[in-house]
């Protein structure tokens, strides 16, 4: 059964690790992370941005898959379904398909409206026993068409937001969505353990793991970040090996074309990279 994302993330935040968000592109995709959690003991966060729940067929599609697969395949680790960066319609509609946590991105909105919807979000999630995310300083990225540097958040802002009783929250603190740039800064601690003195014991979200060396990974979780997505590095680790299997002809050898097998290198790959951030987080054997 799924289960809100709030009582993960407090274990971890006072366990000092964190619990990886992995994004969801397909059954292939859903099932090598739900095979992994479960082999590594490990609470899992599943992924759907709007984009990826529309391909896959909407919201209700992927509640559907996803409570078939934890019954099936006998995951009993901790796994929460949850709407990444979603935007005020989205949230409706995802408490509405069963959904076990949302995010409201309303980063862009100004910081009035923001409370606004995000206060009238969070009783709408809670009534129905949903997590929260919340977001303050939009997270740079190409995601738009824009390349950002990474903003940091105003931990003023920061303090605002979680006290409407959200369940986490996403600060920017340098951080972009995608592959880092090569001039890229860093992550600011400085602004992050200035959020963590406001925001006390609330989980902090760190977007846009893709690529972080494993020792600002490691100050980010000791300064609160309890969260951490991942998502374009899965499909990097996707694409690569996939693209191996073709160029070395394997499609064409016997029934190498059968998607089964196709997509089964590409699926292995996505099981080896989320072990791995799992191990880098610290959330093996905390299920
Ligand atoms: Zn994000």
Known sequence: MLVSAKEML???KAGHYAVGQFNINNLEWTKAILQTAQEQNSPVI???SEGAGKYMGGYKTVVGMVNGMLEELNITV????????GGYDACYKCIEAGF?????DGSHYPIEENVAKTKELVAAAHEKGL???AEVGAIGGEEDGVVGMGECADPKECKMVADLGV???AAGIGNIHGKYPANWKGLSFETLDAIQQLTGDLPLVLHGGTGIPADMIKKAISLGVSKINVNTECQLAFAAATRKYIEEGKDQEG???DPRKLLAPGTQAIKDTVKEKMEMFGSIGKA
């Open 10 to 12: 407090d274990k971890a």
């Open 255 to 257: 029934k190498g074309y």
């Open 100 to 104: 076990s946590s949302i995010m409201f």
């Open 78 to 85: 901790p796994v929460a379904l949850h709407l990444d960066h």
């Open 131 to 133: 997590s929260i995310e």
């Open 46 to 48: 599943l992924g759907v």
């Open 167 to 169: 369940d986490f929250l």
